[in-house]
Antibody
Framework: EVQLVESGGGLIQPGGSLRLSCAAS????????MSWVRQAPGKGLEWVSL???????YYADSVKGRFTISRDNSKNTLYLQMNSLRAEDTAVYYC??????????????WGQGTLVTVSS | DIQMTQSPSSLSASVGDRVTITCQAS??????LNWYQQKPGKAPKLLIY???NLETGVPSRFSGSGSGTDFTFTISSLQPEDIATYYC?????????FGQGTRLEIK
């Protein structure tokens, strides 16, 4: 059974750092396209970052230079290192697998989300 | 960036009604369009991929259509458990972008 379990969220002061983890089971993270998607309280979904199987990484302009997506193949875990956090980064952060099936791509598995609150 | 414009932003309908949500892309996205359902406090769930393909296990009352820039999501007969917010999402180009969501309520 495929499962994604996020952890690492919490309350952090503006300017601080936090690392989110997403432990995967039922598939191999390094063989897949993996993403972070966030949702501010009462708002819609916002794509944050994507890592390819080959290791290429991509970021939304709103987090570029502050966030880093990575993975640990030995732990089958995806990470999001978040630095220089701002109040507008407050959101539930979801990890999700972006399944590549021929000529279509979709987020087929999602974690339960972890809440990050940036506030003094 | 490709902008995804969903309408309406909210919708109230009765059980058994046919419900339609539209999503318009700011440029041609080659049918690379997915639809998700999100219930309060839960992660999004994939319903439709590649504009019109029903994800495995999703009830057949859900359907999608469209091409190019204009897409439609339909629930043929609304059920109480369909109360949720629905999002379209494109993946033709990075950044991946979502519509702003349609909140569906029971009348």
């Amino acid at each position: 059974e495929v499962q994604l379990v996020e952890s690492g969220g919490g309350l952090i002061q503006p300017g601080g750092s936090l690392r989110l983890s997403c432990a995967a089971s039922g598939f191999t993270v390094s063989y897949n396209y993996m993403s972070w998607v966030r949702q501010a309280p009462g708002k819609g979904l916002e794509w944050v970052s994507l890592i390819y199987p080959g290791g290429s990484t991509y970021y939304a302009d709103s987090v570029k230079g502050r966030f880093t997506i990575s993975r640990d193949n030995s732990k089958n875990t995806l990470y999001l290192q978040m630095n220089s956090l701002r109040a507008e980064d407050t959101a539930v952060y979801y990890c999700a697998r972006l399944f590549y099936g021929g000529n279509h791509r979709e987020y087929d598995y999602w974690g339960q989300g972890t809440l990050v609150t940036v506030s003094s | 960036d490709i902008q995804m414009t969903q309408s309406p932003s909210s919708l109230s309908a009765s059980v058994g009604d046919r419900v339609t949500i539209t999503c318009q892309a700011s440029q041609d996205i080659n049918n690379y369009l997915n639809w998700y359902q999100q219930k309060p406090g839960k992660a999004p769930k994939l319903l439709i991929y590649d504009a019109s393909n029903l994800e495995t296990g999703v009830p057949s009352r859900f359907s999608g259509s469209g091409s190019g820039t204009d897409f439609t999501f339909t629930i043929s007969s609304l059920q109480p458990e369909d109360i949720a917010t629905y999002y379209c999402q494109q993946y033709d180009n990075l950044p991946i972008t979502f519509g702003q969501g349609t909140r569906l309520e029971i009348k």
